[in-house]
């Protein structure tokens, strides 16, 4: 049973618009929720993250938005940019930081140029 | 800082051999994680170390699998004996908590012929 949900396997985006990448979670326990952006033969690169006694945490151009009562999350990047292009993660935490991360299948980001 | 390293980036074995997969955890964290990335089911956690203690193995698929960490600054991940079904990407992680994200390494991929 996936606890992490990413729904979208793929998404493309034009260069200079926004992109959204979408996550839900099951598990009520989960309480800090990050994002990871991978590139093919690399390690996933941690992008942001939030804690669940928020709903919004803003880096640069990555925006991440916590909706706690419909155990969702949402990635924003503006303005997406060609290097922007990579599978997305989302990955979910409980025990205050004593678990590991569990995480979604990702969803694949094409920007066109 | 060189961040994660894992070593080997690739390796080849024959059904049936064992199979040692090393991680060298970034100096200063205490937590280590070791991640299987497959096509059908993602990115799973298999076990996690915190201060060099193991603290949850319940994903280990099988006793085939065992994982060490000797000291702060090296962990191993053996299979014995190794499958064809072992066969996948291989990742270590490791971290110093929350707020600072978890940092991968690039990944062993394994291939079991």
């Known amino acids: 049973d996936q606890q992490v949900k990413q729904n979208s396997p793929s998404l493309s985006v034009q260069e200079g618009r926004i992109s959204i990448l979408n996550c839900d979670y099951t598990n009520s326990m989960?309480?800090?929720?990050?994002?990871?952006?991978?590139y093919p033969a690399e390690g996933p690169t941690f992008l942001i993250s939030i804690s669940s006694i928020k709903d919004k945490n803003e880096d640069g151009r990555f925006t991440v938005f916590l909706n706690k009562s419909a155990k969702h999350l949402s990635l924003h990047i503006v303005p997406s940019q060609p290097g922007d292009s990579a599978v997305y993660f989302c990955a979910a935490q409980s025990g205050g930081g004593a678990d590991g991360l569990t995480f979604g299948k990702g969803t694949h980001l094409i920007i066109q140029p | 800082d060189a961040g994660v390293i894992q070593s080997p980036r690739h390796e080849v074995t024959e059904m049936g051999q064992e199979v040692t997969l090393r991680c060298k955890p970034i100096s200063g964290h205490n937590s280590l994680f070791w991640y299987r990335q497959t096509m059908m089911r993602g990115l799973e956690l298999l076990i996690y170390f915190n201060n060099n203690v193991p603290i949850d193995d319940s994903g280990m698929p099988e006793d085939r699998f065992s994982a060490k960490m000797p000291n702060a600054s090296?962990?191993?991940?053996?299979?014995?004996?190794?499958?064809?079904?072992?066969?996948?990407?291989?990742?270590?992680?490791?971290?110093?908590?929350?707020?600072?994200g978890y940092t991968f390494g690039s990944g062993t991929r394994l291939t079991v012929v």
């Not at chain 1, 989960?30 to 991978?38: A, C, E, N, R, V």
């Open chain 2, 74 to 100: 090296f962990s191993t991940l053996k299979i014995q004996p190794s499958e064809p079904r072992d066969s996948a990407v291989y990742f270590c992680a490791s971290g110093r908590g929350r707020g600072y």
């Open chain 1, 30 to 38: 989960f309480d800090y929720f990050l994002w990871y952006k991978k």
